[in-house]
Nanobody
Framework: QVRLVESGGGLVQPGGSLRLSCTAS????????MGWYRQAPGKERELTAM?????????????NYADSVKGRFSISSDNAKNTVYLQMNNVKREDTGVYYC????????????????WGQGTQVTVFS
C-alpha cells in the first residue's frame, strides 16, 4: 500500500551529471527519512545519501553522505510531493550500480505502522 518509484537512471560519461528522483505514494501518515543506496555488481547495498523529512524529530533537511560522494552528489527533497532527488555531478566509474530509493515512514495497511520501504531500483552506468 506504499510504493516508491524511482526515475532518472541511465548512461553517463565520467565527469557528467545525472539526476535521480523518487516519489513515495499510497497510504502514508508521516515520512521520517528518505535516501539513496547503491548496489554495485557483486557488492552489498550501501548508503549513498540520506535526508530527513518533515516527520523527523530533527525536522526536515538534515543530510548525510557517503564519503565517496561528498562534494559531488547533492540530495534534496520536496515534502509536499513526498519526493527526494539525488543530483549526481562529476560522476566516476565507481558510481556505477543500481540505485535504490529508501523511505522510513509510517503508513501502509495501518497508519501507525513504521518501517522501511524500498523502490525497485534504477540503473546508473558510468562509461567512457
Amino acid at each position: 500500500q506504499v510504493r516508491l518509484v524511482e526515475s532518472g537512471g541511465g548512461l553517463v560519461q565520467p565527469g557528467g551529471s545525472l539526476r535521480l528522483s523518487c516519489t513515495a505514494s499510497g497510504n502514508i501518515f508521516s515520512i521520517y527519512t528518505m535516501g539513496w543506496y547503491r548496489q554495485a555488481p557483486g557488492k552489498e547495498r550501501e548508503l549513498t545519501a540520506m535526508i530527513t523529512m518533515n516527520g523527523s524529530i530533527r525536522g526536515g533537511g538534515n543530510t548525510n553522505y557517503a564519503d565517496s560522494v561528498k562534494g559531488r552528489f547533492s540530495i534534496s527533497s520536496d515534502n509536499a510531493k513526498n519526493t527526494v532527488y539525488l543530483q549526481m555531478n562529476n560522476v566516476k566509474r565507481e558510481d556505477t550500480g543500481v540505485y535504490y530509493c529508501n523511505a522510513d515512514l509510517s503508513g501502509g495497511s495501518k497508519w501507525y505502522m513504521r518501517g522501511e520501504h524500498w523502490g525497485q531500483g534504477t540503473q546508473v552506468t558510468v562509461f567512457s
